[in-house]
């Protein structure tokens, strides 16, 4: 008897299909330069940093390799500080109770906007957008007036005046309010696609609204809320602003590598601190990303034929809206109270109407809301168009290395940003690289630090236009180049200013990413602004704060303008399907 050898199918196929994609790309040149030149940046401005700072970690002063810093941070105690492992775990028990509390408010607004018949949905819904495109500053600035020593509600209303309001209170309070758009803008996505007829079903059957939310509207979207919590739980793990203002001696990881580089110059202390600030955030996010996702919670793979009510008895609306009117009361009054601290004096002691706060922000601080403003709209459209290119190479073509620029890519986002500064200034204060203190390197770091929302939107566009309209523009003779410009980019006009909206924000409120690369010449509103509460002037980085967000909404308007000019659609729907009439007739 003897044994007979199956045919070995899969390797054969997977060289063919090699072989071909590498024809492919010398067939076309430009293409092949553009992938070249993608995995270059994102081998300088995104791998390079990061393999500095684990360099720049496990390097002894005499140069050799080294875990005795590992080991010195986990068994040391800093005299009257907490010993970093108490800043570890401060960080990380910061960060599983605000997501915990944002994620719970976020699926609240979003519950209510999504499955209910209450009314001011769409005004909720810009509510639970504001804080993102607001500077970072604004919450703790407004905890500050209203709880602080001079508190308009501790001192002025309750006359309290050694109210301790730094520390995890405060924090929880800031942070949750800051990032609970995150969890709402991930969590409805996921509330709409239930199915109502899933829950009327239930409902005609003699189930409870309750019963009904506990066993099939909360596991349905179950995934989704574990995305959001573990989102949450990154963005508060990178959050510097917020402890640095308000922690007190409430220690974080990323205010305490800042305090060890700056104010103790131990570089390797710091890197070492900025790795395991890495390791939660980098494992949380592709935990996030590519397990989470895999996991399908599907309710019907059709649409329903008839339109059915959404929750609409008063017993459940009224509720939902009054928790969302609290919330909502809150983040006016936050808003309101810094709004109104830009325009006195000196809060707490001397409320006379006054301007000089604004005069102080368009002359000392002048140069740097230049800056700002010029930085951010250099680094917005070079994010915004790599961002498509990005997603355009990943989804459409094939070609070696195609993950691997997906992952490094989308992995900026979960990279701290005071991890990513910490790389920035020691990878670029050396030749061939030397861009510190210059426009280039905070371009750099503005524009790696936002693509992947461009990434992300730009790819999710991508999926839903099919790959027919592109097959069309091919066979008439264009390139790819050609195709991309004139095709696919202005199809994607949605995606492509969101992306643009998002990194302008971003770059202009961004503050742990840049507390290394500012300069004397290259000053930045935010930084101002960090500087104007460390020294204790309040009503000045309210003014600054202010003059952000009007900038960004003015910013925001110019950006649609301009995009609905440059990338107006020249192909309509007929057009579209007499394109892949002609293919199908083509083939035939």
Same mark, same amino acid.
């Given at each position: 008897m003897t044994a007979t050898a199956l045919p070995a199918a899969d390797p054969p196929k997977l060289k063919m299909k090699q072989g071909n994609n590498l024809a492919m790309l010398i067939r076309q040149p430009v293409l092949l330069v553009t992938i070249l030149l993608v995995f270059a940046v994102l081998f300088i401005f995104v791998v390079l940093p990061m393999i500095t700072v684990f360099q720049l970690s496990f390097t002894t002063e005499e140069g050799g390799f080294s875990i005795q810093p590992l080991i010195d941070i986990l068994t040391s105690d800093k005299g009257g500080y907490p010993s970093y492992r108490a800043t570890f775990w401060n960080s990380m028990l910061l960060g599983v109770i605000v997501a915990i509390c944002a994620t719970a408010v976020g699926y609240l607004f979003a519950f209510a906007t999504t499955r209910t018949e209450m009314r001011g949905k769409r005004f909720f819904d810009l509510v639970a957008t504001l804080p993102i495109i607001s500077p970072p500053f604004v919450l703790s600035l407004s905890i500050i007036f209203l709880f602080g020593k001079q508190g308009m509600i501790t001192n002025g209303m309750f006359g309290i005046d050694d109210f301790e309001v730094k520390g995890l209170g405060g924090l929880?309070?800031?942070?949750?309010?800051?990032?609970?758009?995150?969890?709402?803008?991930?969590?409805?996505?996921?509330?709409?696609?239930?199915?109502?007829?899933?829950?009327?079903?239930?409902?005609?059957?003699?189930?409870?609204?309750?019963?009904?939310?506990?066993?099939?509207?909360?596991?349905?979207?179950?995934?989704?809320?574990? =995305? #959001?919590?573990?989102?949450?739980?990154?963005?508060?793990?990178?959050?510097?602003?917020?402890?640095?203002?308000?922690?007190?001696?409430?220690?974080?990881?990323?205010?305490?590598?800042?305090?060890?580089?700056?104010?103790?110059?131990?570089?390797?202390?710091?890197?070492?601190?900025?790795?395991?600030?890495?390791?939660?955030?980098?494992?949380?996010?592709?935990?996030?990303?590519? +397990?989470?996702?895999?996991? =399908?919670?599907?309710?019907?793979?059709?649409?329903?034929?008839?339109?059915?009510?959404?929750?609409?008895?008063?017993?459940?609306?009224?509720?939902?809206?009054?928790?969302?009117?609290?919330? $909502?009361?809150?983040?006016?009054?936050?808003?309101?109270?810094?709004?109104?601290?830009?325009?006195?004096?000196? +809060?707490?002691?001397?409320? %006379?109407?006054?301007? %000089?706060?604004?005069?102080?922000?368009? $002359?000392?601080?002048?140069?740097?809301?230049?800056?700002?403003? %010029?930085? #951010?709209?250099?680094?917005?459209?070079?994010?915004?168009?790599?961002?498509?290119?990005?997603?355009?190479?990943?989804?459409?073509?094939?070609?070696?290395?195609?993950?691997?620029?997906?992952?490094?890519?989308?992995?900026?986002?979960?990279?701290?940003?005071?991890?990513?500064?910490?790389?920035?200034?020691? $990878?670029?204060?050396?030749?061939?690289?030397?861009?510190?203190?210059?426009?280039?390197?905070?371009?750099?770091?503005? $524009?790696?630090?936002?693509?992947?929302? #461009?990434i992300e939107s730009g790819t999710t566009t991508l999926l839903s236009i099919d790959p027919c309209i592109e097959e069309a523009s091919t066979i008439s003779g264009a390139d790819t180049g050609y195709t991309f410009r004139r095709v696919i980019l202005p199809m994607r006009r949605n995606a492509f200013f969101s992306g643009l909206v998002y990194s302008f924000v971003r770059a202009m409120t961004a503050v742990s990413a840049i507390i290394f690369l500012i300069s004397p010449k290259w000053s930045l509103a935010t930084s101002k602004v960090f500087a104007l509460f460390e020294s204790s002037k309040f009503s000045e980085a309210a003014a600054f704060v202010m003059v952000l967000i009007v900038i960004i909404f003015i910013a925001i308007g110019v950006i649609q303008t301009i995009v609905n000019i440059l990338l107006k659609p020249k192909a309509k729907a007929p057009e579209a399907a007499e394109i892949k009439l002609a293919l199908s007739e083509g083939e035939k």
């Open positions: 929880v309070l800031v942070q949750s309010l800051s990032f609970f758009p995150v969890a709402y803008l991930t969590l409805r996505g996921i509330l709409e696609s239930i199915d109502d007829s899933v829950e009327d079903a239930a409902f005609s059957m003699g189930a409870s609204r309750g019963h009904i939310f506990r066993t099939v509207t909360l596991p349905l979207s179950l995934p989704g809320i574990i =995305s #959001a919590v573990l989102l949450v739980f990154i963005q508060s793990l990178e959050d510097f602003s917020n402890p640095a203002v308000i922690g007190g001696g409430y220690s974080t990881l990323a205010v305490e590598a800042y305090r060890v580089i700056t104010g103790m110059n131990d570089t390797i202390t710091g890197g070492m601190l900025a790795i395991i600030l890495l390791l939660p955030t980098v494992a949380a996010y592709l935990f996030q990303k590519y +397990w989470l996702r895999k996991k =399908s919670f599907v309710t019907v793979s059709g649409k329903p034929t008839q339109v059915r009510r959404k929750l609409h008895e008063k017993h459940i609306v009224y509720p939902l809206f009054a928790a969302c009117a609290i919330v $909502t009361a809150l983040v006016f009054m936050f808003y309101g109270t810094v709004l109104f601290g830009a325009f006195v004096k000196v +809060w707490g002691i001397n409320y %006379e109407f006054t301007l %000089e706060h604004f005069a102080y922000v368009f $002359t000392l601080g002048a140069d740097a809301l230049l800056n700002s403003v %010029e930085l #951010a709209a250099i680094s917005a459209p070079i994010g915004g168009v790599l961002g498509m290119v990005i997603a355009y190479l990943t989804v459409r073509q094939r070609f070696p290395g195609r993950k691997l620029m997906a992952i490094s890519s989308m992995l900026t986002f979960a990279i701290p940003g005071i991890v990513a500064s910490i790389g920035f200034m020691y $990878t670029f204060n050396h030749q061939p690289l030397l861009l510190q203190g210059t426009a280039i390197i905070l371009v750099a770091m503005f $524009t790696f630090r936002n693509i992947p929302v #461009a």
